[in-house]
């Protein structure tokens, strides 16, 4: 029997195109863009600055372990720039360009992107900025692809992260994003999952369900709506 082809089910998109150098499609990007010293998104039909970002009302941590995260931001070896290495240096493979220049964190970029998870996905937006306009909260999916080993298109959020550091629930996030895709694009991804990029080892995560991400993320939203009401 012939196998089905996995892409009809999103033909009704028009934001997908399929490109000339690869069988994969892509999803063409949205009139939006990010101011990244305010970390504030534009929507550009509107001419509008959204109020929140989907990191800010995701976030539930204390005014004290955010000090103390803070204190590790900054410097050669800072989580900002290890961070913002390691998504280059992801997206620079799965665009099919040459390899970014990992610097001092090659530990953590080797085996992330030797991982034998990469041989089965084709990505179909990388580093793919987007918001929910209800909301006003703009985001960055890190990326969405389809994963030929499980059938299934897959939306993954990507962490670097100490030696020490700790897996925690990503839901919320990968659930707005789950959200804004269907409101812009009108498809619902298969799965969410949290890939955890380490000094000498890559852990790609569980299946994270999108019901359970979409209800992580409608919780996380009305608690930090309801917080606005009191400034």
């Not at 220049?101 to 937006?125: I, K, R, S």
């Not at 030696?163 to 409101?183: C, D, F, I, M, P």
Request: contains cysteine; glycine residues 6%; negative net charge.
């Amino acid at each position: 029997m012939e196998k089905m082809n996995p892409f009809a089910k999103w033909a009704h998109c028009n934001a997908l195109t399929r490109q000339n150098a690869w069988s994969h499609l892509t999803l063409e990007p949205l009139p939006i863009y990010r101011d990244e010293e305010k970390h504030k998104y534009f929507w550009e039909p509107t001419n509008e600055w959204l109020n929140y970002s989907t990191t800010e009302c995701c976030n539930n941590k204390t005014p004290e372990a955010l000090a103390n995260i803070e204190r590790y931001r900054h410097g050669a070896n800072g989580w900002e720039i290890r961070g913002k290495t390691v998504h280059h240096c992801l997206e620079t493979k799965m665009l099919g360009h040459e390899p970014a220049d990992a610097g001092d964190f090659n530990e953590w970029v080797e085996p992330l992107l030797n991982d034998p998870f990469w041989d089965n996905f084709e990505p179909w937006a990388v580093e793919y900025m987007l918001c929910d306009l209800d909301k006003s909260v703009g985001g960055q999916l890190d990326l969405l692809g389809y994963d030929h080993s499980s059938d299934q298109l897959t939306l993954i959020d990507l962490k670097s992260q100490s030696k020490s550091g700790k897996v925690y629930s990503t839901n919320a996030q990968l659930g707005s994003y789950v959200e804004a895709l269907e409101k812009h694009h009108g498809f619902r991804v298969d799965m969410c999952r949290t890939v955890w990029a380490k000094p000498g080892k890559t852990k790609i995560g569980d299946d994270q369900p999108v019901d359970e991400c979409l209800e992580a993320w409608h919780k996380a939203w009305n608690l930090f709506d309801a917080k606005q009401g009191n400034f």
